[in-house]
């Protein structure tokens, strides 16, 4: 169980259930299904249509009731009209399409906003990961009573057979991942990620990464707030070419530099506020009643 020791990590967690909009809190016997995959998908062709009957297949053969969600980012090859096709063979899959690229993260929190599963994954779509590791991670989570589950290559246990430049990248990200947040995460950019919902609804109201450091805003935050974060093996047999560019890893590390700035300047500004005087108390009677608020939704997920 991987649990994240930030300094006055506390401030943090007061500061993020104070902004919590009560309008964005959703009803959980609202839900209709017990497992939600979101799948975002830009210039995904060539593989959606697999990843998508796979997932269905897989997730089929389960005693619980499911949806698939398939984001399409503005694809411009044919990615929507597969999926669109997709959708009717398989009554359990939605599709929605941002219209123009905006972000995996983007995709991701649209995709959420629209799901009812009482679990909620992530995974990419270009079939790198099986989606067969999708039961094995919900098993860990209820076995484990984790909130969040999330792959690791540097898992001892992990079968990965990638290029070394994707490697040494990946290693150099964690290391400024450390560095910036001293997360206890050994791997942020897995795409696979299993989440509990209400982890999603109460940390996406304050993620503002849409692209490529969505991943690392999201499990910094929930590092944060204290909820348990559990890493688990993967298997990754990678045999095509690199998607990300140059450009994209500078604006990576460009978004990675802004989280630690919004994350650094929020606990100052929350240690301002809590020097004051005639805020205080009103302050700390907000934080209270969140925090229970807080606790009944996690009580009841």
Known sequence: MMRHNYVNNKLFTQLLLSSIP??????????????????????EGENILRTVSLAVKILSNMPF???????????????????????RMYPNVRVVSNGRNMGKGYALMRGFKLS??????????????????????ISILEEKGADVVVGSKR???????????????SIAY???????????IS????????FRS???????????????????????????????????????????????????ICQMLLDTVRVALRVYLRRIGLKAVLKGGAGRSL?????????????SICRRS
Do not use: W
């Open 116 to 137: 009812k599963g009482r679990i909620v994954a992530f995974l990419d779509a270009d079939l790198e990961i099986s989606p067969s590791l999708i039961l094995e991670y």
């Open 155 to 169: 898992h001892p246990q992990s079968e990965v057979n990638y290029p070394l430049r994707r490697k040494i990248l």
């Open 22 to 43: 009560e309008s964005k809190e959703r009803n959980i016997q609202e839900k209709e299904y017990d497992f939600t995959l979101l799948i975002p998908a830009f210039n």
């Open 174 to 184: 964690m290391i400024l991942l450390k560095i910036l947040f001293r997360m206890n």
């Open 283 to 295: 302050l700390g009677h907000s934080l209270v009643q969140l925090a229970r608020h807080r606790e």
């Open 198 to 248: 209400h982890v999603l609804r109460l940390i996406l109201p304050h993620v503002k990464i849409k692209r490529f450091a969505f991943d690392v805003e999201v499990l910094l935050y929930a590092s944060l707030v204290g909820f348990n974060i559990v890493e688990a093996p993967v298997k990754l047999d990678y045999k095509g070419k690199t998607k990300v560019s140059l450009r994209e």
């Open 65 to 87: 009731t499911f949806e698939v969600i398939v984001v399409d980012d503005g694809s411009s090859d044919g990615t929507l009209e597969i999926i669109s096709a997709a959708s």
């Open 187 to 194: 791997d942020a950019q897995f795409g696979l990620k299993v």
